[in-house]
């Protein structure tokens, strides 16, 4: 089926994600609604994230941000951000805010905190000098963020000030998650590494270094008794489990493209990596197998979140491309 | 301006225009527009970007040779933080080289420049990777030019030709790069030359993957004799004569016979001829040059020079190896075998390597890729290493040639038995997944039955083959003229064009001819006028250094010189714990403990030899050869010649004469003869004049004229 091009609108409010048309095409095990004009030329969409009840989500480009409704992906509302470039966007802990994260390539990094639902501007955090890749919330007044200056930043989101500066990686950091008791921060970068860092002291307790390109992303395995396990996802083509407490990597499945995001389902089942050929791999965590590949955008695709309550993906790529993914298991019966 | 407004205004233009590479105010192609303004500013070069790892975080191939990778490198990494889809005149990518921002690499574009415009055109279009036409090839104008005066003008162009038949001129965006800039300028913006100095002198065009070579001459002289009436003795006469007279250069005399008797005897045997053979042999002729060629002195020499090019050396306290290598390697000489067949030989070689000379091939260098570097220059005189991180700049070879043959070379068990291990692979960096087997700019080896070894073997030795025959008559012409036809002699590319391409390839036709026999095109370098030439140099033709006009003066090995020091002074040098009296040339472990082969800056053959520039380089050398025990202790060495003809009674007169002739292989002229003996005569005692004697001796081992061919 061919994507339906309408004339563009000089719509601010529309062109922010290029929304043209939506377009449902059978895929394997499930629906792919499309929010693109096969033709456009517009940013990527390097950043997304749900709200609590999942019922929007919030996509960020260098156009901006932009929310919309889930599941039909309607836009909302966009949204002018001080922060150019954006490449990272998250909501604290109580979904009470929302921190966007990029800056002007090799000059500054920058950080704007929101208020949600309101996206009323609360602070800007100016520090790093080159874009900011990723963040991770403490709680909901300490942020922390990485750059591609090499460099980690703890900040005081309420006072705009720095904590602490975990210094260590050889090379940008691409990539951040925090372990359960949020007391260590893991980081990922170009510098091929995963370093674990303590974070009320700063020290960086290990760093493993088994992957052979840069590590593009790092996911934290949710709802697991267990020992916590973090996925990473390399330019080596590999998605590596790694046990951080330990220093242990547990095992890796190697895949036939680069995975560029990676996200768990909620229930820590399947990790779901999705890949610069435009495919999405869902991977048996246990077996390590890629148990489905679905063909979803054209081009890259950078960011993924999984829904938290339907079992839904929404994924952005090249082209403004915005797309929700159902797999066949969490399809509403017929 | 608003974002969305900038944006908007882009599409518009982007769909108003019509989809072909860039003309006027067309589509901005990111590989036919963008990749050769990256190359023309030096940003996918070696030194900046196009570093095989890159630089500031940034990687592009080397001069654009993957349009691919630089697209994903430019457009796509890192989220796409190097274009700015919403105000495309903040993108990195240009901010960067107009350094708007701090830029590692300077100021490379200025704000107004018209390349500036493409970029900032390409971003505000989309950023598209989409390639409308496909280059086939380009042409550049002229490819050879003969100018009449320095002041000639001339300008390069490059027209540009597509797959759809469609051309473009090229030239603004292709880089025109002098291979001696001090000797041709080339202005950047207009490609218009300028002579700085006479000569033949190659230019290389580079646009997208294509490079091309332009040679330029502007003679060297003004001779114009009857070229007609040069004598010629064979088609190498003729080749040589030709590019000389188009050069306009002066040609030295014949050498005198004495002169020319000592070049063939250091050239083919690497001995000096004794004075017997002084007298016996004059003048030299083809029968002279056939009993070299037959003696066992040249097997002894050029097992050494084939030692040398094969890296022949006992590693790990384990001679065996080595020895019975250096003896096959002889034996093959002693017979005359052909190079193809030495060559098949060692590509297919199997054994232990302590019984199996030819096994040892293997054994040479450690790994795969070192194996296929090793063998690439050896056999087809091309330094395909180039293509290990990135396809080779300057010549054809890819990386998967490079690693399709490296694949070939991993099914093979190096180790003390040499023997197939077909599962052997190395991994291919780019696809990060075993390599395929490849024979070199051909087709993949699929069979996974076979040894792919075979195959290769018989590509290397194929009389169709360009490579394998030029290299190897390059090299022994190099040997003979002091100058390879190509230089460096393992750098054969299409952009180092050989000084004589016609004479090249006349040689190699008549080793494949004649079997690849050596000893064949040997006798036919030394058999020509060109290789008879006087080495002193006229004051027209002294600027020439690769044009044959003069002989040149030629460095003297380590091995051959450690021998004549030992000739003239009838004093053998000690090798290790091989028996006194072993001449330097046979010695078959290239390590063997010797100050005197260190002091004369032997190759130890852990790297190629072929950049060794021989016995009289380096000051540090100089000063122990002037200075050391390497002539002092044994020119006072009791059972010296000199030292035994003093003690039978022979006069100052006689042993100086004789030492001309056995040093320089002729008398001394008067005016030598007088200064020695005016001198000798005003010393009143007999331990005086000895000291002078001694002086003298010195003075000769030390002197150009006895430490270089010419």
């Known amino acids: 089926m061919g994507a339906i091009v309408l004339p563009r609108i000089l719509d601010k409010s529309l062109i922010a994600i290029a929304v043209m048309a939506v377009r449902i095409t059978p895929v394997l095990g499930g629906l792919l609604l499309s929010t693109t004009d096969a033709h456009s030329v517009e940013p990527p969409i390097t950043g997304i994230a749900f709200t609590r009840s999942g019922s929007e989500a919030v996509a960020c480009s260098q156009l901006g941000l932009t929310v919309v409704s889930w599941p039909n992906l309607t836009v909302r509302h966009t949204v002018e951000t001080s922060v150019t470039n954006p490449h990272s966007l998250m909501f604290s802990p109580s979904f009470g805010k929302l921190a966007v994260a990029g800056g002007r390539p090799s000059q500054q990094g920058m950080i704007q905190v929101f208020s949600w639902p309101e996206l009323r501007s609360l602070q800007v955090l100016a520090g790093h000098e080159d874009s900011v890749m990723a963040l991770a919330w403490r709680d909901e007044e300490t942020l922390i963020s990485g750059s591609l200056d090499h460099g980690i930043i703890v900040w005081d989101v309420v006072s705009g000030g720095q904590k602490r500066q975990l210094n260590g990686h050889a090379r940008g950091v691409t990539s951040l998650t925090l372990l359960p008791d949020k007391s260590i921060v893991v980081s990922a970068g170009i510098d091929q590494s995963l370093r674990i860092w303590k974070l009320d002291s700063g020290v960086l307790q290990r760093s493993l270094s088994i992957h052979t390109q840069p590590v593009n992303a790092l996911a934290l395995r949710p709802s697991v008794a267990e020992l916590p396990m973090i996925a990473s996802a390399s330019a080596d083509k590999t998605v590596r489990l790694w046990q951080p407490t330990l220093g242990r990597m547990v095992r890796f499945v190697r895949l036939s493209a680069v995975p560029l995001d990676i996200d768990w389902l909620p229930d820590g089942s399947q990790i779901i990596a999705v890949c610069d050929d435009g495919v999405v791999r869902w991977i048996d965590p246990d077996t390590i197998e890629v148990t489905q590949e679905t063909a979803a955008l054209e081009g890259w695709i950078y960011s993924l979140r999984s829904h938290p309550t339907d079992g839904g993906l929404l994924i952005g790529g090249g082209n403004g491309q915005l797309r929700r993914l159902v797999p066949e298991s969490a399809k509403p019966a017929q | ?710």
């Open chain 2, 1 to 710: 301006m608003k974002t969305f407004l900038k944006l908007v205004l882009a599409l518009v233009v982007l769909e108003l225009q019509p989809a072909f590479c860039q003309t006027a105010n067309s589509v901005v192609c990111f590989e036919n527009d963008l990749i050769p303004i990256f190359t023309k500013h030096g940003c996918n070069s070696g030194a900046c970007h196009g570093a095989a790892v890159g630089r500031g975080g940034f990687k592009l191939s080397l001069y654009g040779s993957d349009p691919a990778a630089d697209y994903k490198a430019v457009a796509l990494e890192l989220e796409g933080r190097r274009v700015n889809l919403a105000d495309p005149a903040l993108s990195l990518l240009l901010l960067k080289p107009t350094e708007a921002i701090s830029h590692g690499g300077g100021y490379v574009l200025e704000d107004g420049h018209a390349d500036r415009q493409t970029l900032l055109k390409w971003i505000a279009q989309g950023a598209v990777k989409a390639t409308h036409k496909r280059l086939e090839r380009v042409e550049v104008s002229p490819t050879e030019y003969v100018a009449a005066r320095m002041e000639e003008p001339l300008s390069l162009t490059a027209v540009a030709h597509y797959a759809d038949g469609s051309q473009r001129d090229v030239t603004a965006t292709t880089v025109f790069i002098a291979e001696d800039n001090s000797a041709v300028e080339i202005d950047p913006e207009t490609a218009r030359v300028k002579f700085l100095r006479p000569g033949r002198h190659i230019v290389i065009a580079r646009y997208l993957s294509e490079v091309l070579p332009i040679e330029l001459i502007v003679p060297l002289g003004e001779a114009s004799g009857d070229w007609g009436k040069e004598t010629r003795t064979n088609f190498i006469d003729d080749e040589l004569l030709e590019a000389q007279r188009t050069l306009g250069l002066s040609l030295s005399p014949r050498a005198d016979d004495a002169t020319l008797l000592r070049r063939m005897h250091l050239d083919l045997t690497g001995r000096l001829p004794t004075v017997e053979q002084l007298r016996q042999t004059m003048p030299p002729d083809q029968k002279l040059i056939e009993e070299l060629l037959n003696s066992p002195a040249f097997v002894e020499y050029w097992t050494l020079q084939l030692a040398k090019l094969l890296r022949i050396r006992a590693s790990s306290n384990d001679t065996d190896g080595a020895n019975v290598y250096h003896r096959w390697l002889s034996e093959q000489l002693a017979a005359d075998v052909g190079y193809d067949q030495i060559a098949r030989n060692l590509i297919l070689a199997d054994g232990d390597s302590r019984l199996e000379g030819p096994a040892n091939f293997y054994r040479t260098v450690s790994g795969p890729r070192e194996q296929v570097e090793f063998m690439s220059e050896v056999f087809m005189g091309s330094r395909l290493r180039c293509a290990n991180c990135h396809n080779h700049p300057l010549d054809r070879w890819t990386q998967d040639d490079y690693h399709g043959l490296a694949a070939i070379f991993a099914k093979v068990d190096a180790g003390v038995v040499v023997k197939p291990k077909p599962n052997g692979e190395v991994i291919h960096p780019r696809t990060l997944e075993a390599a395929i087997p490849r024979i070199p700019g051909g087709k993949m080896i699929e069979s996974v039955d076979s040894d792919p070894r075979l195959p290769l073997a018989n590509w290397l030795v194929d009389s169709d083959n360009p490579t394998f025959a030029k290299a190897m008559v390059n090299r022994l012409w190099k040997s003979m003229m002091g100058r390879g036809l190509v230089e460096p002699v393992d750098d054969f590319r299409a952009t180092n064009p050989a000084t004589h391409p016609e004479l090249l390839e006349k040689l190699a036709t008549d080793f494949v001819d004649h079997g690849y026999s050596i000893r064949r095109t040997l006798k036919l370098i030394a058999s020509s006028e060109a290789y008879a030439r006087s080495s002193i140099a006229l004051e027209t033709n002294r600027a020439d250094d690769r044009f044959y006009s003069h002989a040149p003066w030629k460095p003297l090995e380590a091995e051959v010189l450690a021998d004549m020091i030992s000739d003239v002074l009838a004093v053998s040098e000690q090798y290790g714990n091989v028996e006194l009296g072993a001449r330097a040339v046979v010695l078959e472990d290239a390590k063997i403990p010797s100050m005197s082969l260190d002091i004369l800056g032997r190759c130890d053959r852990e790297e190629s030899c072929e950049g060794t520039l021989g016995s009289t380089a380096g000051l540090t050398q100089k000063l122990h050869l002037f200075n050391g025990p390497l002539l002092n202790a044994r020119l006072s060495h009791p059972q010296s010649r000199l030292n035994a003809m003093i003690a039978n009674g022979v006069k100052p007169r006689e042993i100086v004469v004789e030492f001309y002739r056995v040093a320089l292989c002729r008398e001394p002229n008067s005016e030598e003869l007088d200064f020695w003996q005016t001198r000798l005569q005003h010393l009143p005692t007999e331990r005086e004049q000895h000291s002078l004697l001694e002086d003298f001796v010195w003075g000769l081992l030390c002197c150009r004229e006895f430490s270089t061919n010419h």
